[in-house]
């Protein structure tokens, strides 16, 4: 059976306030959590980027959710570090945590100054850093010469079992490349043709068989006009689509942008409605998909009401079908 998630927005609320929200979220219901890990927010409106890493330990002392984070090795991260501390947060949580890994967001990791790549050279890039960090988890001793650099290095503190790491994709052709090295698929839900397309290049590309999640962004409001303003609000930088999403780097340049997002583009980004019937039946349609996960993001400031609503109304339901 699907698994239905919360998604713990590390742009939108502070680390406190998410460590409420993520203990709410396991009393009214939800399965599991999913955090992002960002350093900037993608609005000044959003206003938080607290460190997910530490967070995450919290979180999950706090819960008995199993989690999954989404991490861009080999800028911000060196994937000695990161692999280091998935390992330690896998070793004591064990069995309760996976990592995706993805190709990255100039937002948060051209602060190191390196010059921002194209997508088919993160794409080479992520594909060492996933070599590194599998060989480390491994227990190998890792000397590794590159596009990044690796010497000695060794993990003497690893989990038990095997951490699996997944890839992050949001088109056909990223999905396509991951299928061959992740041990599953993170991608966006949304529109189901989009997302049926993104699912089949995965699957037929070695990932059949393997776990999928879906991030599924959507405003929940009493009112459609209170769900829509939220939408706008919040994520109307990251409606802009194309490539707008992965190049700018500051917060005030995603929000120059979003002030041309309009109500039907805000739409297709994000699964706008104040009727939980619509809800609910946007979710049964991702999760006839045969997902692993739905993830549920709801865009708005409005967390506490957003999670007691669908745990009470919309939950229920869909565990029924």
Not at 43 to 65: D, I, N
Not at 94 to 123: C, V
Not at 137 to 144: D, N, P, R, S, Y
Request: glycine share 8%; net charge negative.
């Amino acid at each position: 059976m699907t698994a239905l998630g919360y998604h713990a927005s590390h742009e939108q609320f502070s680390p406190s306030a998410l460590l409420d929200y993520v203990r709410q979220a396991e009393a009214a219901g939800f399965d599991c959590a999913k955090s992002s890990d960002h350093f900037h927010p993608w609005s000044e409106r959003q206003g938080q980027s607290g460190f997910a890493w530490s967070w995450l330990g919290a979180a999950m002392q706090a819960t008995s959710l199993p989690f999954g984070i989404i991490s861009a090795p080999g800028y911000r991260y060196h994937p000695a570090i990161l692999a280091q501390a998935a390992a330690t947060i896998a070793e004591l949580f064990p069995r309760r945590l996976w990592l995706a890994l993805g190709s990255g967001e100039a937002l948060n990791e051209a602060i190191t100054g390196q010059a921002w790549p194209d997508k088919a050279e993160r794409n080479a890039h992520l594909l060492e850093c996933v070599a590194v960090m599998r060989a480390l988890l491994a227990g190998e001793t890792v000397t590794h010469r590159g596009r990044v650099d690796v010497v000695e290095a060794r993990l003497y503190t690893r989990p038990a079992e095997p951490l699996p790491l997944y890839g992050a994709a949001v088109t056909p052709e990223t999905a396509a490349f991951v299928a061959g090295w992740a041990d599953g698929l993170l991608t966006m839900g949304g529109d189901i043709a989009t997302v049926r397309t993104v699912l089949e290049a995965f699957r037929s590309n070695g990932g059949a068989g393997k776990p999928v999640h879906l991030q599924h962004a959507l405003s929940w409001a009493p009112t459609e006009a209170e769900a829509l303003a939220n939408a706008l609000d919040q994520w109307g930088p990251v409606a802009a689509g194309g490539d707008v999403s992965w190049k700018l780097s500051q917060p005030s340049e995603f929000d120059t942008v979003a002030r041309l997002v309009t109500e039907d583009a805000i739409r297709r980004c994000v699964a706008v409605s104040a009727d939980l019937g619509q809800h609910r039946q946007w979710l049964a349609d991702l999760m006839a998909l045969d997902v692993t996960a739905v993830q549920l993001h709801c865009v708005g400031r409005n967390q506490p009401e957003f999670i007691e609503a669908f745990g009470a109304h919309v939950l229920p339901d869909l565990r029924a079908i």
